[in-house]
């Protein structure tokens, strides 16, 4: 699966033949009230592919920017997120239908469970046998998972009948998840890194090295005459990634558009990847259990 670097708004072709964006617009911890203006400013700028999540709180207003950006939904891919509270064949059915509500589509481009609940791994895959019910009646154009880990993988595609499309992850020069990314790639789904610029290494305590100030990356950015961000988001892309940044600033939101006039070398892939940690910045998905992290989402 490769990224056309080359096309005025850069694509990949999913397992299933759905084009989608190859970068997008991500809204995790976006409050409500800032979310439309970003997702209107992004659009208005070039961005066509826009992340959220049910347990973000905010797909009402992704829509409201959706439609406040006078850009024709057909030409925006949509990408939102089912919560483990919403697990199961008949509550991810109707996970959906909240989410389709407050998005105001019709059609969700690509629809993910958030999160793997191994600890009640029946209900996981009830949840997505109701995506693949979902698929077959073209109600989303393309399926897929997230956080989740090569055993799990493979407990899920021996029990179901859709390849997923996508796996989104934590992936950023200090945790790329390289084995997570080669199991993907073996099953033919496309890796899509959440946190792409290391955003979660730096709001983790100061202890805690943060990638925006590592020496490697700002000297390579500072040969091209680029930002750290925007290296990091041409790594991934580079490397046949998927990225989803996230921010409300609109210099930020444009810098990390601005990722295609400029090429890293192999030797500058290869120094990226050899700050590689091993340390997680997000939550182990087999912590999250219905327990821990199990909230209602509200109706639309």
Request: charged letters at 25%; glycine letters at 8%; aromatic letters at 6%.
């Amino acid at each position: 699966m490769t990224i056309d670097l080359t096309a005025q708004t850069p694509s990949v072709t999913l397992n299933n033949g759905v084009t989608m964006p190859a970068l997008g617009l991500g809204v995790f911890q976006t409050p409500p009230e800032e979310t439309s203006a970003a997702v209107a400013e992004a659009l208005r700028i070039g961005y066509r592919h826009i992340d959220t999540a049910a347990s973000y709180g905010n797909e009402r207003e992704v829509g409201e920017g959706l439609r406040a950006s006078g850009v024709d939904r057909s030409e925006v891919f949509v990408e939102t997120k089912l919560w483990i509270s919403d697990y199961g064949y008949d509550q991810a059915l109707h996970g959906f239908e909240k989410s389709a509500a407050k998005l105001g589509v019709d059609q969700i481009d690509l629809l993910l469970l958030h999160q793997p609940l191994t600890s009640d791994f029946e209900r996981t895959l009830g949840a997505y046998r109701a995506l693949e019910a979902l698929l077959a009646d073209g109600r989303v154009r393309a399926i897929g998972i997230s956080n989740v880990m090569p055993d799990v993988l493979e407990r899920l595609l021996g029990a179901t009948s859709v390849v997923p499309a996508v796996n989104q992850v934590e992936a950023h020069p200090y945790f790329a998840q390289r084995d997570v990314q080669e199991a993907n790639t073996r099953h033919g789904i496309l890796t899509q890194a959440w946190s792409p610029i290391g955003g979660i290494t730096s709001y983790r305590g100061e202890s805690t090295r943060s990638t925006f100030d590592d020496s490697v990356i700002r000297e390579i950015a500072e040969t091209h005459g680029r930002t750290p961000a925007q290296v990091m988001l041409r790594w991934g892309l580079q490397q046949g990634r998927s990225v989803i940044p996230k921010s409300v600033r609109p210099e930020r939101i444009a810098e990390n558009l601005d990722v295609f006039g400029f090429a890293l070398s192999d030797e500058e892939l290869a120094r990226i990847d050899a700050l590689e940690t091993g340390e997680r910045g997000g939550p182990d998905p087999d912590a999250i259990t219905l327990e821990s992290a199990g909230r209602e989402i509200p109706e639309a």
